[in-house]
C-alpha cells in the first residue's frame, strides 16, 4: 500500500527532506522489502522508474536493511548504520543544493548519527508526484504489482510517522530546531535547539537604527514573569515582525519607527513572471544592454545569455523605461535575445497557459533575417533537433506580412499545423495582449488592443494531439536544436526572430481558476493598455500570497509618531492601543474589499489620531477593523491612497471602523 501526493512541485535544484520510520520487515529478496523505499519524488511523465529518470529522490535502496540510499540523477549517495534494524526508529535528512548533497541518519541519542559523504549536483529538480510507502513510476504510479510479494515490487514494510519537505536549505540553525523537535517527539528524546530569534521571560527587546531593517521571524510563546512587553521594538528602523505568537499572553509595543505585520510570502502561482517594468529584476551592462531579467515565478532563475545557431551567443536586448503606456519594456530588433532555462513543463496533462504584453515594430517582415517568419518568444525541448515547427511539444509564433492589412500572426502549437489570425496595422504600432491556452487537446489563441471591447476577445482555435514538452523558454525568436534561438548573424537570413517591445510574460502550468485569470486579465489591461476597471496591482495569486503573523493572544500598542505596515491577510489581536498620532499603510490585491481589512480585536481598541494609507483605493466599503470587546475612544481618521487624499471617511457601525469611498449614507433604523 502507498499514497501519492500530486499538489506538489519543486523545479529548481535545491530540496530537503526529513522522515521517520521504521522498518518492521525485510527479507533480501524483491517484493518483500528489497529496494523498497518509504519516500519517493519523481513526475507524471517519468518513462522509467525513479532511480532512471532524471531529478527524481528516494530512500531505502538497500542491500541490507542497515543501508540507507538517496538515488538521482543529481546526486547518488549512501550510508551503513550498523546499529540500525527492524523496528528501529530512524530519521532521515536529505539535502540537494547546488553543487552538493548531503544525507544523515538519526538514531536515539545514545547512538552515534550517520552522515553520507557530501556528492555533487548539477541541474533543477522535476518533481511533480510524492509517494509514501513504495517508490514511483511514470504516470503517478507505485512500483506494485498484483501480488504483494511480486518480485518487482519496490515497496516499504514498516511505519511513517511524519514526512517534512522544504523547497530550500535549510540553515544550521533550523536544521537543528527541526531535528529537535522530531527527536523528541518520535524518539522521546531530550535534544533541545535554540529558536533563530529567542525571548526570555522577561521579554525580548529589538533596537532597529534610524535607516536599517529588521527581522523577527519566530518569538516564544508563554506567559511573561514580570509583566514586561513579549516584544518591545525601539529605534527608528522598520523591522518586519512574521512570527507566530498565537498562544502568547503579554503585548507587542512599538515605542518607535515602523513595524511591518505580514508572513513570508507564498510563491507566485505562475511559473514564470517576467515583468519588464520591474526596474529591480533587471541587469544591465556598460553598454546599456539588458543582460538578465530575473524571473518572479515560481521556477526561479533569469532570463539571460542565450545561445544562437552554431554556437553563436545572441547580442542582449535594450530597455525603454517608458516604452508601453508609461511602463519600461524590453527592446529587441532581430538581433537581440535572451533564455531562461529553469522552466520545464513536462507535468500531466502537459497544459500550458501563457498572457504576454507585446508591441511589434516589424522590422521588414518581407525579408528573412530581419523580422520574417520571427517570433516575440517560444518554448522548446533542448532535447529536440530541428527547428521549433517541425518538433512536437514546442510554441512558437510566427510573423510576416500580409498585403497591406498588417501582420498575419501564426501561433503554432506543439507541432502541429497553426493557423493565423491577421493582426491590424495596429498590431505594428500599438501594444496588445495575448493570450494562449493548451489542454486537453486543444489550444485557444486571444489578441486584445486597447480599442478592443473588454468583454471580446478575438480568438481562435485548434487541435493539437502532441503533450507539451518544453524546457527553454526564449525571447526575442523562435527555436531550434538544443533550444538555441534562430539567430546566426545580424540580419542573416536564417534569422527567425523579432523587433519590437515585450513588457510581461506569464506562463502559468495548471490552469487559473476563472476569478484568478479575471483578476489577471484586469491587471494586465490597466497597466499596459490603460483599459477598463481593474488596477495596475498584480494580483496576489501573481506576486505572492502573504500570511498574517498570528499575535492572536498578543495585545499590540503603537507609540506617537510609529507607523505599521500590514500585508497579506488580516492580524488578529487580543488587544489594540494607540497613542498620539499614528500612521497606517494597508496593501491589498483591490479584488475583494473584505480582505482589506487590517485588524480583527479581540478585546479593546483604544486609539488617537491614525492616518491610513489604503493601496490600492477600495471601490466598495470596507472594514478597517472589528473588535470583541469595547471602542474605549472616538478617534480621528485621515485616509489617503499612495499619499493622495481620496475624500474617504471611516466611522464607527456596530463593533467596527468601516471606510466609506465617498457619497453620502444614510442608516435608517
Same mark, same amino acid.
Given at each position: 500500500?502507498?499514497?501519492?501526493?500530486?499538489?506538489?512541485t519543486?523545479?529548481?535544484d535545491?530540496?530537503?527532506?526529513?522522515?521517520?520510520?521504521?522498518?518492521? @520487515?525485510?527479507e533480501?529478496?524483491?517484493?518483500?522489502?528489497?529496494? !523498497?523505499?518509504?519516500?519517493?519524488? @519523481?513526475?507524471?511523465?517519468?518513462?522509467?522508474?525513479?532511480?532512471?529518470?532524471?531529478?527524481?529522490?528516494?530512500?531505502?535502496t538497500?542491500?541490507?536493511?542497515?543501508?540507507?540510499?538517496?538515488?538521482?540523477? #543529481?546526486?547518488?549517495?549512501?550510508?551503513t548504520?550498523?546499529?540500525?534494524?527492524?523496528?528501529?526508529?530512524?530519521?532521515d535528512?536529505?539535502?540537494?543544493?547546488?553543487?552538493?548533497a548531503?544525507?544523515?541518519?538519526y538514531?536515539?541519542?545514545?547512538?552515534?548519527?550517520?552522515?553520507?559523504?557530501?556528492?555533487?549536483?548539477a541541474?533543477?529538480?522535476?518533481?511533480?508526484?510524492?509517494?509514501?510507502?513504495?517508490?514511483?513510476?511514470?504516470a503517478?504510479?507505485?512500483?506494485? =504489482?498484483?501480488?504483494?510479494?511480486?518480485?518487482?515490487?519496490?515497496?516499504?514494510?514498516?511505519?511513517?510517522?511524519e514526512?517534512?519537505?522544504?523547497?530550500?536549505?535549510?540553515?544550521?540553525?533550523?536544521?537543528?530546531?527541526?531535528a529537535?523537535?522530531?527527536?523528541?517527539?518520535?524518539?522521546? +528524546?531530550?535534544?533541545?535547539?535554540?529558536?533563530?530569534?529567542?525571548? =526570555?521571560?522577561?521579554?525580548?527587546?529589538?533596537?532597529?537604527?534610524?535607516?536599517?531593517g529588521g527581522?523577527?521571524?519566530?518569538?516564544?510563546?508563554? &506567559?511573561?514573569?514580570?509583566?514586561?512587553?513579549?516584544?518591545?521594538?525601539?529605534?527608528?528602523?522598520?523591522?518586519?515582525?512574521?512570527?507566530?505568537?498565537?498562544?502568547?499572553?503579554?503585548?507587542?509595543?512599538?515605542d518607535?519607527g515602523?513595524?511591518?505585520? &505580514?508572513?513570508?510570502a507564498?510563491?507566485?502561482?505562475?511559473?514564470?513572471?517576467?515583468?519588464?517594468?520591474?526596474?529591480?529584476?533587471?541587469?544591465?551592462?556598460?553598454?546599456?544592454?539588458?543582460t538578465?531579467?530575473?524571473?518572479?515565478?515560481r521556477?526561479?532563475? @533569469?532570463?539571460?545569455?542565450?545561445?544562437?545557431?552554431?554556437? %553563436?551567443?545572441?547580442?542582449?536586448?535594450?530597455?525603454?523605461?517608458e516604452?508601453?503606456?508609461?511602463?519600461?519594456?524590453?527592446?529587441?530588433?532581430?538581433?537581440?535575445?535572451?533564455?531562461? +532555462?529553469?522552466?520545464?513543463?513536462?507535468? =500531466?496533462?502537459?497544459?500550458?497557459?501563457?498572457?504576454?504584453?507585446?508591441?511589434?515594430?516589424?522590422?521588414?517582415?518581407a525579408?528573412?533575417?530581419?523580422?520574417?517568419?520571427?517570433?516575440?518568444f517560444? #518554448?522548446?525541448?533542448?532535447?529536440?533537433?530541428?527547428?521549433?515547427?517541425?518538433?512536437?511539444?514546442?510554441?512558437?509564433?510566427?510573423?510576416?506580412?500580409?498585403?497591406?492589412?498588417?501582420?498575419?500572426?501564426?501561433?503554432?502549437y506543439?507541432?502541429?499545423?497553426?493557423?493565423?489570425?491577421?493582426?491590424?496595422? !495596429?498590431?505594428?504600432?500599438q501594444?496588445?495582449?495575448?493570450v494562449?491556452h493548451?489542454?486537453n487537446n486543444?489550444?485557444?489563441?486571444?489578441?486584445?488592443?486597447?480599442?478592443t471591447?473588454?468583454e471580446?476577445i %478575438?480568438?481562435? @482555435?485548434?487541435?493539437?494531439?502532441?503533450?507539451?514538452?518544453?524546457?527553454r523558454?526564449?525571447?526575442?525568436?523562435?527555436?531550434?536544436?538544443?533550444?538555441? #534561438?534562430?539567430?546566426?548573424?545580424?540580419?542573416? =537570413?536564417?534569422?527567425?526572430?523579432?523587433?519590437?517591445?515585450i513588457?510581461?510574460?506569464?506562463?502559468?502550468?495548471?490552469?487559473?481558476a476563472?476569478?484568478?485569470?479575471?483578476?489577471?486579465?484586469?491587471?494586465?489591461?490597466?497597466?499596459?493598455?490603460?483599459?477598463?476597471?481593474?488596477v495596475?496591482?498584480?494580483?496576489?495569486?501573481?506576486?505572492?500570497?502573504?500570511?498574517?503573523p498570528?499575535?492572536?493572544?498578543? !495585545?499590540?500598542?503603537?507609540?506617537?509618531?510609529?507607523?505599521?505596515?500590514?500585508?497579506?491577510?488580516?492580524?488578529?489581536?487580543?488587544s489594540?492601543?494607540?497613542?498620539?498620532?499614528?500612521?497606517?499603510?494597508?496593501?491589498w490585491?483591490?479584488?475583494?474589499?473584505?480582505?482589506?481589512?487590517?485588524?480583527?480585536?479581540?478585546?479593546?481598541?483604544?486609539?488617537?489620531?491614525v492616518?491610513?494609507?489604503?493601496v490600492?483605493?477600495?471601490?466598495?466599503?470596507?472594514?478597517?477593523?472589528?473588535?470583541?470587546?469595547?471602542?474605549? %475612544?472616538?478617534?480621528?481618521?485621515?485616509?489617503?491612497?499612495?499619499?493622495?487624499?481620496?475624500? &474617504?471617511?471611516?466611522?464607527?457601525?456596530?463593533?467596527?471602523?468601516?471606510?466609506?469611498?465617498? !457619497?453620502?449614507?444614510?442608516?435608517?433604523?
Amino acid at each position: 500500500m502507498a499514497l501519492v501526493l500530486d499538489s506538489y512541485t519543486n523545479y529548481n535544484d535545491n530540496l530537503t527532506v526529513f522522515m521517520v520510520a521504521q522498518w518492521t @520487515s525485510w527479507e533480501n529478496t524483491g517484493g518483500k522489502g528489497h529496494w !523498497g523505499g518509504g519516500l519517493s519524488m @519523481s513526475y507524471y511523465a517519468a518513462t522509467g522508474t525513479d532511480n532512471a529518470t532524471p531529478y527524481s529522490y528516494h530512500t531505502e535502496t538497500a542491500t541490507t536493511v542497515s543501508n540507507t540510499a538517496s538515488y538521482s540523477t #543529481l546526486a547518488n549517495i549512501t550510508i551503513t548504520n550498523p546499529n540500525r534494524g527492524i523496528n528501529t526508529p530512524y530519521l532521515d535528512m536529505i539535502a540537494y543544493v547546488t553543487n552538493r548533497a548531503t544525507f544523515v541518519q538519526y538514531l536515539a541519542d545514545d547512538i552515534v548519527d550517520v552522515s553520507g559523504g557530501a556528492a555533487k549536483i548539477a541541474g533543477n529538480f522535476k518533481i511533480d508526484r510524492m509517494a509514501i510507502g513504495g517508490r514511483l513510476r511514470g504516470a503517478g504510479q507505485v512500483q506494485y =504489482s498484483n501480488s504483494a510479494t511480486d518480485p518487482n515490487n519496490r515497496m516499504y514494510i514498516g511505519d511513517i510517522g511524519e514526512v517534512v519537505v522544504f523547497s530550500r536549505v535549510l540553515t544550521p540553525a533550523e536544521h537543528a530546531l527541526v531535528a529537535a523537535y522530531l527527536k523528541r517527539k518520535w524518539f522521546n +528524546s531530550t535534544a533541545t535547539a535554540t529558536d533563530p530569534v529567542p525571548s =526570555s521571560g522577561t521579554g525580548l527587546a529589538i533596537d532597529v537604527p534610524e535607516g536599517t531593517g529588521g527581522f523577527a521571524g519566530a518569538v516564544a510563546s508563554g &506567559s511573561l514573569n514580570s509583566g514586561a512587553p513579549l516584544l518591545r521594538k525601539t529605534g527608528a528602523g522598520a523591522l518586519a515582525l512574521r512570527a507566530n505568537m498565537s498562544d502568547a499572553v503579554g503585548s507587542v509595543m512599538l515605542d518607535e519607527g515602523a513595524l511591518a505585520l &505580514s508572513g513570508e510570502a507564498l510563491a507566485s502561482r505562475a511559473e514564470v513572471w517576467m515583468d519588464a517594468a520591474d526596474a529591480a529584476t533587471l541587469t544591465m551592462n556598460d553598454q546599456d544592454k539588458v543582460t538578465a531579467v530575473r524571473n518572479k515565478g515560481r521556477a526561479g532563475g @533569469s532570463f539571460g545569455a542565450c545561445p544562437g545557431r552554431e554556437s %553563436t551567443t545572441v547580442p542582449y536586448p535594450t530597455y525603454l523605461t517608458e516604452a508601453i503606456n508609461g511602463n519600461g519594456a524590453l527592446v529587441f530588433d532581430t538581433n537581440a535575445g535572451l533564455q531562461l +532555462s529553469s522552466y520545464t513543463n513536462e507535468t =500531466s496533462p502537459r497544459a500550458v497557459h501563457i498572457y504576454a504584453v507585446m508591441q511589434g515594430h516589424g522590422g521588414d517582415l518581407a525579408v528573412e533575417g530581419k523580422g520574417k517568419w520571427g517570433g516575440p518568444f517560444s #518554448l522548446y525541448d533542448s532535447r529536440q533537433s530541428g527547428d521549433d515547427h517541425t518538433t512536437t511539444g514546442s510554441f512558437q509564433i510566427t510573423e510576416t506580412l500580409t498585403g497591406d492589412t498588417g501582420v498575419n500572426q501564426s501561433s503554432k502549437y506543439m507541432g502541429n499545423t497553426g493557423r493565423g489570425d491577421v493582426l491590424p496595422d !495596429g498590431g505594428l504600432q500599438q501594444p496588445y495582449l495575448f493570450v494562449a491556452h493548451q489542454e486537453n487537446n486543444g489550444a485557444l489563441f486571444a489578441y486584445e488592443w486597447a480599442e478592443t471591447d473588454v468583454e471580446k476577445i %478575438t480568438a481562435f @482555435s485548434m487541435a493539437s494531439t502532441n503533450a507539451m514538452s518544453s524546457t527553454r523558454v526564449n525571447l526575442g525568436g523562435r527555436s531550434t536544436t538544443g533550444g538555441a #534561438l534562430q539567430w546566426k548573424a545580424t540580419h542573416n =537570413s536564417s534569422n527567425r526572430t523579432w523587433a519590437g517591445y515585450i513588457g510581461e510574460l506569464v506562463i502559468v502550468t495548471r490552469k487559473l481558476a476563472a476569478s484568478e485569470e479575471a483578476a489577471l486579465l484586469a491587471y494586465l489591461r490597466k497597466k499596459w493598455l490603460a483599459k477598463g476597471a481593474g488596477v495596475a496591482t498584480p494580483p496576489a495569486f501573481l506576486s505572492g500570497l502573504y500570511a498574517a503573523p498570528s499575535l492572536a493572544g498578543t !495585545g499590540l500598542a503603537c507609540a506617537d509618531g510609529t507607523s505599521v505596515a500590514v500585508a497579506g491577510a488580516p492580524v488578529a489581536l487580543a488587544s489594540l492601543t494607540t497613542a498620539g498620532t499614528v500612521d497606517w499603510t494597508r496593501t491589498w490585491d483591490g479584488l475583494n474589499a473584505a480582505d482589506a481589512t487590517l485588524f480583527s480585536v479581540a478585546g479593546d481598541v483604544s486609539l488617537g489620531a491614525v492616518n491610513l494609507d489604503v493601496v490600492p483605493k477600495p471601490k466598495k466599503e470596507m472594514m478597517v477593523l472589528g473588535w470583541g470587546g469595547a471602542a474605549l %475612544t472616538c478617534p480621528t481618521w485621515t485616509v489617503t491612497c499612495n499619499g493622495i487624499t481620496t475624500g &474617504s471617511t471611516v466611522s464607527t457601525r456596530g463593533t467596527g471602523y468601516w471606510l466609506s469611498t465617498g !457619497g453620502t449614507f444614510f442608516f435608517i433604523r
